[in-house]
């Protein structure tokens, strides 16, 4: 599968399993789970890997061809909530006993909806242009730059959806925790397969252009 494999090529890969993981991380945030005490949506399980994608692709390829990435999914993700609201207004068959289920999963607030787009566009924007101006800076220290630009982006991520799609629903200071702690866990993750992150970047980089 990955022989003979472009950078063109491997970057056409890379959008897809980006645009996946952004589509299945917005079906999975609906569901919180309680991990020591502190809750948090479950789309932490796949939403970091958006940010690593985001890594790969903008130390590879540069912001100009990372950004157009970053709004294809956006439209992608617009595009399968449009296709759920169809589905779900659509009369179901007397013998379909899940329709409410069906909705409950895959129907969304609108605040939560505009606060996730929000959220995604700025966090994922930021990412990358810090990526590209600590690149600037020194061009050796990539762990430098893969942490900080997540840790940041990950970060607004998190400011901008927990408080436009959860003020005034929890106390304030609940808010900010789950602000926090969501930030400090995307951040340790990017830690930990940042040897993955590096690895991913260092074969990418060795593939032949054409």
């Given at each position: 599968m990955f022989e003979n494999l472009t950078k063109m090529e491997m970057f056409a890969m890379l959008t897809g399993t980006y645009t996946a993981c952004l589509i299945i991380s917005n079906i999975i945030a609906g569901k919180t789970f309680d991990c020591f005490s502190l809750i948090l949506?479950?789309?932490i399980i796949v939403f970091p890997l958006i940010y690593i994608l985001n890594d790969v692709l903008t130390e590879?390829?540069?912001?100009?061809?990372?950004?157009?990435?970053i709004i294809?999914?956006?439209i992608i993700n617009v595009f399968a909530i449009?296709?759920?609201?169809?589905a779900m207004a659509l009369p179901a068959p007397s013998f379909f006993e899940n329709s409410h289920a069906y909705s409950v999963v895959l129907g969304a607030t609108l605040r939560l909806l505009i606060a996730g787009f929000v959220a995604y566009?700025?966090?994922s924007f930021v990412?990358?242009?810090?990526?590209?101006?600590?690149?600037?800076?020194?061009?050796?220290?990539?762990f430098v730059r893969c942490v900080s630009s997540t840790f940041f982006g990950e970060s607004l991520d998190a400011?901008?959806?927990?408080?436009?799609g959860f003020f005034g629903t929890m106390p304030l200071e609940s808010l900010v925790i789950m602000i926090a702690t969501q930030a400090i866990v995307k951040t340790i993750?990017?830690?930990?397969?940042?040897p993955v992150t590096r690895t991913a970047i260092l074969f990418v980089r060795k593939l032949p252009e054409n």
């Open positions: 949506p479950c789309s590879i390829y540069g912001y100009e061809k990372v950004k157009k990435v294809l999914g956006f449009v296709c759920y609201n169809i566009f700025i966090g990412n990358a242009k810090l990526m590209v101006m600590l690149k600037e800076w020194d061009e050796e220290k990539l400011l901008i959806f927990i408080t436009l993750y990017e830690i930990l397969v940042y």
